[in-house]
């Protein structure tokens, strides 16, 4: 047996025990040394894992299964399944093969497998083996399995700008919630948060894949100067062309930029880089209309703005700026 298909074949055993009521702390800490052994551990449990739970979302073992992408966190939604069953539907899922689904590495493949994060108000530079370049902003996690055949990111939170090496022979795709974007060589950001999905696309082309369903029916082409917009996973995702791309990227320079955009949603956008929140306490205050280009990290360069243009109330503490009409 190759070490790759050993390597899967102990990813499903894990994942069939940490859906057993007697997992304990101490078979955590086995999991973490296990990953911890080789890359080509981490990548086959981490393509596993986003299989099993693609398989779970479109209700092959029922509804209600929550499985977070970070291991260690609680599990819940399938415990009452017996480990054969469950066993067997991780069967189904790798038999599905390579149209749908991840594929494992192959028998003398080198897999290079790792682990990226940045905290609130972090930018992170980083290069991938392959050759591609990802940028991490501010409170974003991102994991990556690149080998000799496959190239694949998974954006658990935040944001991230990519520059991605061509290579017909090796798409890379990145997953994100419940949608892969997938492209051979391009410029390209991609924010999440939650159900909600932001792609910019600076140069070349992207496609996204809507994998809530697993047989990705719902498919679009997203080329240079356009960005797409899904706010959920049964609803499809948006194009807006016209808008400059290169201002939905404005924080790789530290900055952030607004188009006519509600208070409302300016203030959470620096709260996303600022551990000093700002709170928008009525309406009225919430519904103006902000437009210009701003420090990310200097959200008092932005209230006295708002207290000088707009004549609003500001009260400050260390750890919240409140804002009213």
């Keep these: 047996m190759s070490q790759a298909r050993k390597a899967r074949d102990r990813a499903a055993q894990w994942i069939i025990a940490q859906e057993q009521p007697e997992w304990t702390d101490a078979d955590g800490t086995a999991l973490d040394a296990w990953l911890a052994e080789s890359d080509m551990n981490k990548a086959a449990y981490w393509r596993l894992e986003h299989s099993w739970r693609e398989a779970d979302r479109i209700g092959a073992l029922g509804r209600g299964a929550v499985i977070p992408a970070e291991k260690g966190e609680h599990r819940r939604g399938l415990g009452w399944l017996a480990p054969a069953a469950i066993a067997a539907s991780l069967t189904a899922v790798i038999g599905l093969g390579t149209s749908q689904l991840s594929r494992i ?18 930018h992170r530079k980083l290069g991938l083996p392959d050759g591609s370049r990802v940028e991490l902003n501010t409170a974003s996690v991102v994991r990556a399995a690149i080998s000799d055949n496959h190239r694949e990111v998974w954006l658990d939170r935040g944001e991230a700008y990519f520059e991605v090496a061509h ?6 795709v990145v997953h994100a919630g419940s949608r892969r974007v997938t492209v051979l060589g391009t410029k390209f950001s991609i924010q999440r948060a939650g159900d909600k999905l932001i792609v910019s696309v600076l140069d070349g082309r992207v496609r996204v894949d809507d994998t ?10 997203i080329t240079g100067g356009d960005i797409a917009v899904a706010r959920g996973p049964a609803e499809p995702a948006t194009v807006k062309s016209g808008e400059p791309v290169e201002d939905s990227l404005a924080w790789r320079r530290g900055m952030l930029s607004f188009d006519q955009e509600r208070l409302g949603e300016v203030a959470a956008e620096f709260n996303r880089y600022n551990a000093r929140q700002m709170i928008v306490s009525d309406p009225e205050a919430a519904d103006i209309r902000i437009g210009g280009m701003f420090p990310a990290s200097k959200p008092g360069v932005f209230v006295r703005l708002l207290r000088d243009a707009y004549g609003l109330k500001i009260e400050e503490t260390p750890d919240t700026i409140h804002i009213s009409d």
């Excluded at 080198?110 to 682990?115: C, I, N, Q, S, Y």
């Design 105 to 122: 590495a192959g028998p003398s493949e080198t897999v290079v497998a790792e682990r990226f994060a940045t905290a609130i108000g972090g």
């Design 212 to 221: 809530d369903d697993i047989r990705a029916v719902r498919s679009m082409i």
């Design 167 to 172: 290579d017909k022979t090796r798409p890379f």
